[in-house]
């Protein structure tokens, strides 16, 4: 009897080690902002160099770092076996910039100091999430941004705007997640070009 207990001590601390040394659920890695925003167009213009520092993009705090949100209702979770490879703030960011080297027909996006008659462009995103009208249902991407464009100087706001961007899945799968977040900041990143391009060379003629 004491040995038929021993063993089956024995096998349950085993049992327990295997459990211990389980290999964790796999998590497949995604990026976005790969889609240029000005594909194809070609855009050139006469109007004079603008010179705009940007602040570092600013993330809500449930979607920042690498995990993906999903906004249902009123209920928030994350996308489970998914992340991003980067945090997203920085991928977001990292596309912007692009977009505005890429783009940008008026706006010099300045990382140094400020010259004299230069502006600073504040970028203060508010969603950035998967949005599912029921579980189940195909999400859209969306993302909501606040945008202030500030002289420096006196601080006083220049322009500001607020900018919507919503892309359809077309299916509830990682990848056609992902690929819908991908084309959602490829469009915000081109309207926040273009308004920056807009509101700094009107402010150059004030």
């Known amino acids: ?110 990382g140094g100091p400020l010259t004299r008659d230069g502006l600073l462009l504040s970028v203060d995103v508010r969603r950035f999430e998967a949005d599912y009208a029921a579980p189940g249902a195909v999400p859209d991407a969306n993302i909501v941004v606040l945008l202030r464009l500030i002289r420096p100087g006196d601080r006083s706001i220049v322009a500001e705007d607020r900018i919507t961007v919503s892309e359809s899945a077309g299916e509830n799968r990682q990848s056609a997640i992902v690929a819908a977040f991908d084309r959602a900041t490829a469009e915000a990143s081109r309207q926040i070009v273009l308004w920056t391009d807009q509101q700094g060379f009107q402010a150059t003629r004030d």
Not at 11 to 31: E, H, I, K
Not at 94 to 104: K, S, T, V
């Open 1 to 110: 009897m004491i040995r038929s207990s021993l063993l089956i001590a024995a096998a349950s601390v085993a049992l327990s080690g295997c459990a211990l040394l389980a290999s964790p659920d796999p998590v497949q890695l995604y990026r976005f902002g790969g889609a240029s925003a000005f594909a194809g167009t070609g855009a050139t213009s006469a109007c004079p160099d603008v010179h705009v520092s940007m602040r570092r993009v600013d993330f809500p705090e449930a979607a920042r770092g690498d995990r993906i949100l999903a906004v249902t209702g009123a209920e928030a979770a994350y996308i489970k076996g998914a992340r991003w490879v980067s945090p997203a703030e920085t991928l977001f960011e990292e596309a912007l910039r692009n977009a505005f080297a890429d783009g940008g027909t008026c706006t010099v996006l300045s």
